[in-house]
């Protein structure tokens, strides 16, 4: 069976505990020498599936559960969750034969090459910390961590190791951001000077529910909406946009009474040339207009283009041109574009993450750019705690 390069025994649950009170992994042991920064490592040539442990069975796990047993490169060995008689009911389902309810164990398992991590937002550090210095390949759910130096460490360690890290930024996969992204390569809009991105929902029930009070715990979520769903925003705007450097973070939140976290957030983006990417997002925000969808448009001096997201318009992708002369209006053709960008997408980046492990090849998602996009969430609730821009 194959192992990852450098891989090592898991830290075996030594676990310390910080100033802050948050669970933080142990201090991951020296960096392989070999090849440290070079990329991912080659897999060796073998018929094997890529061994799979997926860690947080209640939400969007079973997500990736489903995509990790329809990819005919991986195998799902194990489960984990804190709640055992979730974590066997889901083992059941899915024909896995390994249940864990502490993920150290399952990283101990002989033949384990990687681990897929769908917790609340303030276990992704240490659980990546210690797959990744157990030697397995990690894809973790948005966001990569709460803090920006411990998503710096985390990408440093992965780069040492030379193990995928990947993070699941899965609007990357829908039809609409993927048009976006093939409509600005194809430089059909010239130079992108403005950029809007909008999430509105009505989720009161994860404002509200129990099973989801770590969502509104400012040290479990590290904070509300920007974190929870601006994050996506963030990184499909930069997506679409090529991964432009950012120089300028400004940002707005809004909280209700009786919540650590903030509903409503707003923030701005100023790239290296100028330009200004806007977001807005919220969980509950009074709007007579509803519908439950995002919503991007892009707007380049030669023309502009938008899609729409879930709700009743899903996928809806539009792009034209205004005559400065005569103020006439005319629509681009995109139907090439919409065709491929219409292709049939799997529901999260696991089978991208598996394919690149077996490909030895970058995930359509870096660790890097997941770690850029926690920087621009901790610089944009620095901006709305001081009302002051952010430079970066
Ligand atoms: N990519 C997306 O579109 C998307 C959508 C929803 C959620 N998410 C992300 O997925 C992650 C989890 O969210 P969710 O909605 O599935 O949450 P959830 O609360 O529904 O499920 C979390 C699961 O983790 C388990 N868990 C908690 N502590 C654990 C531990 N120490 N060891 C093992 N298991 C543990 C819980 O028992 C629960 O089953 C979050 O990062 C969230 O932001 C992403």
Same mark, same amino acid.
């Given at each position: ?27 991951? !042991? ?134 995928? #890290?990947?993070?699941?930024? *899965?609007?990357?996969?829908? !039809? *609409? ?67 432009? !450097? ?27 040339? *100028? ?46 041109? #205004? ?27 696991? !089978? ?34 001081? *009302? ?5």
């Amino acid at each position: 069976m194959w192992r990852g390069q450098g891989q090592r025994p898991p830290s075996g649950g030594r676990r310390r505990q910080a100033a802050d009170g948050q669970a933080r992994p142990a201090p991951p !042991p020296a960096a392989a020498a070999e090849g440290a920064g070079v990329g991912v490592a080659k897999r060796a040539r073998t018929k094997a599936a890529v061994n799979v442990g997926v860690v947080g069975l209640l939400g969007y796990g079973e997500v990736h559960l489903g995509e990790c047993r329809a990819h005919p490169g991986a195998r799902v060995l194990a489960v984990c969750d804190l709640n055992r008689e979730l974590a066997e009911s889901a083992a059941r389902k899915h024909g896995v034969k390994q249940v864990f309810s502490d993920y150290r164990e399952m990283l101990a398992l002989n033949g384990l090459d990687a681990v897929v991590i769908a917790t609340p937002h303030f276990l992704h550090y240490p659980m990546i910390t210690d797959a990744l210095a157990a030697g397995k390949h990690v894809l973790c759910e948005k966001p990569l961590t709460i803090r920006a130096r411990d998503a710096d460490a985390v990408v440093r360690l992965a780069r040492e190791r030379r193990l995928v #890290l990947s993070c699941n930024y *899965g609007l990357r996969l829908s !039809p *609409g951001v993927r048009a976006l992204r093939e409509i600005v390569k194809a430089e059909l809009l010239g130079e992108v000077y403005h950029a809007r991105a909008r999430w509105l929902a009505r989720w009161t029930g994860f404002m509200f529910s129990e099973a989801s009070a770590w969502r509104t715990a400012k040290s479990k979520a590290g904070g509300g909406i920007l974190v929870g769903r601006g994050c996506h925003l963030i990184d499909a705007l930069l997506f679409m946009l090529g991964h432009p !450097p950012v120089r300028r973070v400004f940002a707005t939140c809004h909280r209700l009474a009786g919540f650590e976290v903030e509903d409503l957030a707003g923030m701005t983006l100023v790239l290296a040339g *100028g330009a200004t990417l806007d977001l807005e997002a919220s969980y509950v925000l009074n709007e007579p207009d509803f519908a439950d969808e995002t919503c991007y448009t892009l707007h380049g001096i030669k023309g502009g283009a938008s899609a729409r997201i879930g709700g009743a318009q899903d996928q809806a992708v539009r792009g034209g041109r #205004l005559n400065l002369a005569t103020g006439t209006w005319r629509e681009l053709d995109l139907e090439p574009i919409l065709q491929e960008a219409a292709r049939p997408q799997p529901k999260t980046l696991l !089978p991208d993450f598996v394919d690149s492990i077996i490909e030895g090849r970058e995930p359509l998602v870096t660790g890097e750019q997941a770690a850029l996009v926690t920087r621009l969430i901790e610089a944009g609730y620095q901006s709305a705690e001081t *009302g002051q821009a952010v430079e970066l």
